[in-house]
DNA sequence: CTAGTTGCAAAGAGTTTGCATGGCG
DNA sequence: CGCCATGCAAACTCTTTGCAACTAG
């Protein structure tokens, strides 16, 4: 959809593949790019173009009136189930092997196909387990 | 948190346990619930004490600026894994034998702890599968 | 050069809040 | 009767939009 590289889209994309396995809000954005001379107009048109090409996933966490974006175009992991810890925000691409086996899972007892690039699992990752 | 049972409350609780599987806008809430008599304040503040008690849980769907609400306490689903079909908008719980060897899984090949109460799969249902 | 993109400021949508009134227990 | 919850309207926040100026190709 969008036609030029422009200087603004180039600083949001940088960025975004920077912090490709955060959950940003909008705000953090705003924030970190208005300083670098992009305005929110900006910022917000071309998080809105990003979502429609489906390099960028929109979610809310329970709890928070926040909106938050995840870069999903960058290390091939377009194709991942993605993992997200509660405790340190971090997001992990879920093993391949297992993601078939879970695959396979609710295709056998839910008659289920999941769509991988629209489901986020919440929990609590190895490194928090014992926090 | 609340400690009246009062006539607005009761109202929306009938109406979410009416709906319980289904993703509700809090336009939808509003639109329904505010011919019966219960205001715009009401809704949001009850939506939000029911939230924090766990009762509820808030979802943003990706290319929708809408927040999604969905009530999870009751058929005692509080404890289950949602799949929420893409095609039909349905919420199904997952079977208890799956969801086992799911979270099993997970624990194995990515050390990662599901949150049954803060995950929904999104994909499509057996019966939408053929459409 | 020409159409896509930006910035700004104003408009919109959704949600929250203060305060007086009303109602549950 | 006392305190919590409601209703209303105003306040807020986040996001979108119109339009003139700018710029990538």
Redesign the pocket.
Known sequence: ?????????KI?LEFLEKHADEEL???KI?DELCGS?????????????LEKEGKIRRISKSGT???HYLYTDSHGCRDCLHLSCKKCGRTYHMDTDGAEKLIKILAQSDDFTIDKSDTVLYGVCGKCKNT
Chains 1, 2 share one sequence.
């Open positions: 959809m969008p036609k030029y590289m422009t200087k603004q889209r949001l809000s909008a705000r705003e001379g992009v305005s929110i107009s900006a910022v917000y048109r071309n998080l809105s173009d009136r926040e909106v």
